[in-house]
């Protein structure tokens, strides 16, 4: 027996032994540590600010999900306002091409339900509004959104998890703010637009006297709008510009695209975005400055069916938390035929430019 005990002790592994033992013990270190780390990022999802731990990466889906809520929450604040007569107008001043840009109190109470709620649900994203804050409220008073809305996730089945500096969210409180005070209330819309690393990821644009929303993650999925047929190249084009703040468009466009062109004026950014989808409109052209969060969130919903939108030398917008909120030279959306206008437009608006 002794002997037999002996002879086990000398029992020595070979190195092709040794080498299989060391694989196995670090396979299992790396899966341990693996799973670990998906679970981690699971719990940075489910976040709350009651936690007191800001997670570094945030779900795509719950972005969506909270752009939407606040989108409409700002929509029932300029809903109710408008319907209770009491606007509290204001002037901000003068445009470039002396129109009364205003403010109302419809405005000031959409910005604090989207600005306040989204910075409830996601404090350490950074969120840029057309408005700022006035003293003399409670800012308890927004409920934190709902991250996880059934229509979200019923549409898009898998998620991305995405870094914390890499977002920048602008909203638009009160788009055609104008016409809002004009009771022209189909122009007014409330939107939001997730731009991840400069691009328009997420788009929300919602039509508070209309209850309509529509709302895209560019190539995950959307609301269910639809693109619509092109038009027949030979039928005389239809361009929608803005009517408050106008410029040389038109000039611009007949230039451009013809006297016989049809030039729909019209209020509202969001709208005029949404005009493409609905036929009213073949290309969107703008050739003032116009601000980022009135065109952002119409850059993902086009992109998102591939369309495109740039400014008038070409150029995509870049919708970086850092970059400048003005874009100064144009716009021009459209659903197809992009190539063709730009060759058309650019020439006489840079024209225009030269002249002034």
């Known amino acids: 027996m002794n002997d037999k005990i002996m002879n086990m002790a000398q029992v020595r592994m070979s190195p092709l032994g040794i080498a299989v033992v060391i694989v196995l013990l670090l396979a299992g270190v790396l899966y341990i540590h693996q799973k670990v780390s998906t679970n981690r990022s699971k719990d940075a999802l489910k976040f709350t600010p009651e936690d007191g731990e800001i997670p570094k990466t945030v779900s795509m889906k719950e972005l969506l999900s909270t752009a939407i809520v606040v989108a409409q929450r700002g929509g029932d604040r300029v809903r109710d306002v408008r319907q209770s007569n009491d606007l509290d107008e204001q002037s901000k001043g003068k445009t470039r091409e002396g129109a009364n840009d205003p403010r109302t109190e419809g405005d000031m109470q959409s910005h604090r339900a989207m600005y306040h709620g989204f910075q409830k649900a996601f404090p350490n994203i950074k969120v840029i509004s057309e408005e700022h804050e006035n003293a003399g409220w409670n800012p308890d008073e927004i409920p934190t959104p709902d991250k996880e809305l059934p229509e979200v ?44 690393k400069g691009r328009p990821t997420i788009g929300v644009i919602h039509k508070p006297f209309e209850h309509k929303t529509a709302w895209a993650w560019v190539g995950k999925g959307s609301s269910g709008f639809q693109l619509p047929p092109r038009s027949s190249d030979t039928a005389a084009k239809k361009i929608i510009v803005s009517r408050s703040h106008s410029g040389d468009v038109e000039k611009v466009v007949k230039a451009s695209l013809g006297e016989n062109t049809e030039v729909i004026p019209a209020g509202g950014a969001g709208y005029k975005t949404w005009a493409l989808f609905d036929q009213i409109a073949d290309a969107y052209v703008h050739v003032t400055l116009i601000k980022k969060w009135d065109i952002c969130a119409g850059n993902a919903l086009l992109e998102h069916v591939n369309g495109i939108q740039t400014d008038l030398k070409g150029q995509k917008i870049d919708y970086s938390a850092d970059s400048d909120p003005k874009n100064e030279f144009g716009l021009l959306a459209t659903l197809s035929d992009y190539n063709k206008y730009l060759q058309a437009i650019q020439p006489a608006f840079e024209a225009a430019r030269h002249k002034k």
């Open 153 to 196: 996730y019923k549409t898009i089945t898998d998620d991305e998890y995405v870094k914390v500096e890499d977002i920048a969210v602008w909203i638009d409180p009160l788009d055609a703010t104008q016409e809002y005070t004009e009771n022209l209330l189909q122009y007014v819309t409330t939107m939001v637009c997730v731009a991840v």
